[in-house]
């Protein structure tokens, strides 16, 4: 039997995302309103529509995981891994997911044994491990860039010295 | 796997009463309250002293913005408040923009560092707030009786170091201004903020060090002149072991009918070299009568993002050598901010340039009366003019392997207006051209994150986060028709969008206009062409033709 908490992420699918979302566009801006919270389109505000876009993907694929999945998790982490705060905030987004489900299940009734939130727990906290190496990847890049940068700068003087 | 979840009521308990991360920062406070706080990633490195010293500015010396005491002068308060003054005298437009802006919100979402970060701090309109904040207190009646109520506050060293992570946060790409219903430019209010953090010696030295080169040797990388004619050289001799065609740029020569001024990004730097290479087959393919400069050495005008008079002084060398070589006009290579300074600084700065001839195309005869004050001529519209006429002898399918889209150079759309002419090009030398989404091109088009001298490495995380409204209408591109290939017009562009692309869009690689027609052009005598300027194999061209596919 599949596990009840997983269940009722399928079924408040639009409800949990808009919870999610919000609650982490709140980290974007310093101010309780912002228009990165507000802003629908597309290409006028890119961090609202591409993290709902992941993070809906992550709830779709939370069970059969698979390409999607990891896919959404590296959209999202390319994101957040050039922000100014600090990596545990970061990560701190797919924890965020348990709370709002805890909340979902107090609000709506739904019983679950220890077995299903032991192997929700566990589902998490695989997934924050997975998304820590993607971000991970992202910051390693940022730097890998800065190297690339300097030697195409002077890409002509270094072929000329034989560099 | 845990074997002992916790029960709700404790975790219920815990959200609610412990300090968490999942609880956000500083919530409901106002931007005036929020502290600055340099980290790795969000700040340029501080100039050098010595190129303090070569410039002249105030108080050279070794500081990092990291520093807790950032060793500013005894006094700099008196004189950042003078130059205030003494700007504020000078230029309306300062005094203007200080005193009208009604706080609307027009342009709050329209920057692209907002959009990449969500910092109120980078709402133009805030922006200008943090300067604004102090006009009022040290120069309006309100401000001094009222303080904080009209939103007046004291420059304090708090302020400054505001004024240098934020002011270094706007790239004067100038897209909050289309938006502005009184036209504020936010890119004058950022060019008085920088000169007047000058005055208190807090410069960056990526914005320094190119000006002060560029006064040494003419260009922003230093490089002398013989190394400049070698390096130009050696790109003549890979156009001959690529297409077989030799092209024979001349250096100083007097006499010639143009000088052609390019941006040394163009002659030193991956992938800004193959438009180089392009711009040297056209002359060569049409028989142009041009001369390089190796004291103009350099388009780009890295005063313009420091000081005015530092500007001045660097442009000036273009009228000066195009009067000493004695050529007819002046033709520009693909650049940004050198045709901001060109068309909107140079003819009253340095000008009226009245030993030059009104620029008339020695090929075609068409006579570019935009430029009758200037003097000086963009090369995507002495290109579309000569394409238009039929001179050129072009097959786009060599640029098959490419499916291309747009990037419009802010300086370029916005600063000059210019948004046809490189598009008609790039139609005629490739078959796969897709736009960007409106609202991200033309007027409205997305910066690329690193203009007005940002594109150093240490801030690669400032200028992702600016690039990731363009790199999102990339995205878009890409997915929908397979996009692998972003043309610009700009040098800084060339060097910027590669990382850029590389981050939010692995796959799409960045080329020059006058690279793709480098890549189309039929020259005389070529060997057969298989690859093109980078050494990347071109489509099979013996294979069915394909057909053009214009997304107007």
């Known amino acids: 039997m599949s596990n009840t908490l997983n269940i009722l992420i399928t079924k408040n699918q639009d409800q949990i995302l808009e919870k999610w979302l919000s609650l982490r566009l709140s980290f974007f801006s310093k101010q309780k309103q912002s228009l990165i919270m507000t802003q629908k389109d597309q290409f006028q505000n890119p961090i609202r529509h591409q993290l709902q876009e992941g993070l809906k993907d992550i709830l779709e694929n939370f069970e059969k995981k698979g390409e999607k999945f990891k896919e959404a998790l590296e959209q999202i982490c390319r994101i957040l891994a050039i922000q100014d705060f600090p990596p545990s905030k970061a990560m701190a987004l797919f924890y965020e997911l348990k709370e709002i489900v805890r909340e979902f299940t107090k609000k709506t009734g739904v019983g679950f044994n220890a077995k299903d939130w032991v192997e929700f727990n566990s589902a998490i906290e695989t997934m924050t491990l997975e998304a820590f190496d993607c971000y991970s990847a992202h910051r390693e890049k940022i730097y890998q860039l800065k190297v690339d940068e300097s030697k195409n700068k002077a890409f002509m003087l270094l072929k000329k010295a034989g560099i | ?552």
């Open chain 2, 1 to 552: 796997m845990t074997t002992n979840p916790p029960k709700l009521a404790e975790l219920q308990l815990e959200y609610e009463q412990e300090p968490s991360l999942l609880k956000g920062d500083s919530p409901g406070k106002e931007w005036l309250d929020i502290p600055v706080e340099f980290r790795d990633g969000n700040w340029c490195h501080a100039a050098k002293p010595n190129v303090i010293e070569d410039l002249g500015f105030n108080n050279p010396r070794k500081w990092s913005p990291e520093d807790e005491d950032w060793q500013l002068e005894e006094g700099w308060q008196k004189k950042v408040k003078n130059g205030m003054k003494e700007r504020l005298d000078k230029f309306r437009s300062f005094k203007l923009f200080m005193d009208i802006c009604v706080r609307c919100g027009a342009c709050a979402d329209k920057c692209h560092f907002f959009l990449g970060s969500g910092d109120p701090k980078n709402m133009p309109v805030v922006r200008q707030e943090l300067m604004r904040s102090v006009y009022r207190h040290e120069f309006t009646w309100s401000g001094k009786i009222f303080k904080g109520l009209v939103g007046a506050r004291p420059l304090s060293e708090e302020v400054l170091k505001e004024w240098f992570m934020y002011f270094h946060q706007c790239t004067e790409c100038r897209r909050c201004s289309v938006y502005c219903p009184f036209g504020i430019d936010t890119a004058e209010v950022t060019l008085m903020g920088r000169e007047l953090l000058n005055l208190a010696g807090t410069n960056i030295n990526w914005i320094s060090e190119p000006a002060s080169n560029c006064n040494r040797t003419g260009n922003h990388l230093g490089i002398e002149p013989h190394t400049y004619k070698n390096v130009v050289e050696s790109l003549a001799e890979d156009i001959e072991d690529q297409t077989g065609v030799t092209v024979n740029p001349s250096f100083n020569r007097k006499g010639a009918e143009i000088l052609f001024i390019t941006p040394s990004g163009d002659v030193f730097g991956d992938p800004g070299i193959y438009t180089m290479m392009g711009y040297m087959m056209l002359f060569e393919h049409i028989g142009l009568d041009y001369t390089l400069s190796t004291y103009a050495s350099e388009g780009g005008n890295f005063g313009l993002f420091s000081s005015n008079q530092s500007m001045k002084k660097i442009n000036a060398k273009m009228f000066h050598e195009a009067e000493r070589l004695g050529v007819k006009w002046i033709l520009g290579g693909e650049c940004g901010h050198m045709w901001r300074v060109v068309h909107q600084y140079m003819d009253t700065m340095n000008g009226p340039a009245d030993f030059l001839e009104e620029p008339v195309s020695p090929i075609t005869g068409t006579k570019f009366r935009n430029a009758t004050s200037t003097k000086m001529v963009h090369i995507a519209e002495f290109t579309a003019d000569l394409i238009h006429q039929g001179k050129l002898k072009l097959d786009p399918r060599r640029n098959d392997h490419l499916k291309t889209t747009f990037h419009d150079s802010c300086n370029i759309a916005r600063g000059m207006g210019m948004m046809e002419e490189p598009r008609y090009v790039l139609r005629n030398v490739c078959n796969n051209f897709n736009e960007m989404p409106d609202h991200t091109i033309r007027e409205e088009t997305f910066c690329c994150g690193s203009g007005s001298g940002l594109n150093t490495d240490e801030y690669m995380d400032v200028r992702m986060r600016g690039g990731f409204p363009r790199a999102s209408a990339v995205k878009h591109v890409k997915e929908k028709y397979d996009v692998n290939a972003l043309v610009a017009i700009c040098a800084i562009d060339r060097a910027s969008l590669p990382p850029l692309m590389n981050y939010w869009n692995p796959g799409v690689s960045v080329y020059g206009l006058h690279e793709l027609v480098g890549n189309a052009l039929v020259m005389e005598g070529e060997d057969e062409r298989t690859e093109d300027l980078r050494e990347d194999e071109m489509e099979d061209l013996d294979s069915e033709s394909t057909s053009r596919e214009y997304d107007e």
